[in-house]
């Protein structure tokens, strides 16, 4: 390979070790180039690209790129699985882990998930959990409803925010209108019980009043009759 090639195959690598938060490293070493090229099939499907590397030029790449982690894992014969943004990292482990045990070859080593280092064991791991599809609908189920709230607000526009707001607070009020009103409706015997000994208490007293008037009056007609008798 020319001088020139090799610059061309170091900077192709370092742009996708930099673009790529999630890679995983395996020993091809046996498997036959079809067997390569369906794997290399089956991971395109993931958002996943399967390239055989030379260790040399990737370590030039890795330490561009800053990808230290990766160092260890370039030993023998090398192929990664370079995932793109959308890829679906469990699908990917997943049919690695099938190539391997199909193959009895194709070996595991490590790599790299959102930036941190992975163990084979970790990947082994990963290809065990649901389709992540489905694994975002379990975690997304368990807070559905707050989520799509705070998600809803935030992707309002601000005038549909506002009024959001105000159509909430005119809710509280009303409710609050509601509450009061069964108080009101329940203070009101309470003052038609005081007012009723009120009215008692004045009849009584116009009663107590007219009685000393009357024996009055028949006093006097008495003492009149006896005046002319």
Known sequence: MQKEDKQKVVADLTDRLKSSETLIVADYRGLTMP?????????L?????????????????????????LLALLEGPTAIA??????????VAKAIGATARETKVLAVRGGILDGRPITAEDIESLAKLPPL????????GAIAAPLYAIVGLFNAPLQNLVGLIDARIEQ???????????EAAESEPTMETSDQPAEEATASEGADSEEPAEEAEASDEAEKEESDG
């Open 172 to 182: 509280l009020g009303g409710e609050g209108v509601a509450d009061s009103e069964p």
């Open 82 to 91: 370079f995932l793109e943004t959308d890829g679906d990292p469990v699908a």
């Open 35 to 43: 067997q390569i090229d369906d794997l290399r099939s089956e991971l």
């Open 45 to 69: 499907k993931h958002g996943a690209k399967f390239t055989v590397v030379k260790n040399t030029l990737t370590r030039r790449a890795a330490e561009a790129a800053g990808a230290d982690a």
């Open 133 to 140: 599809d489905q694994l975002r609908g379990q975690v997304l």
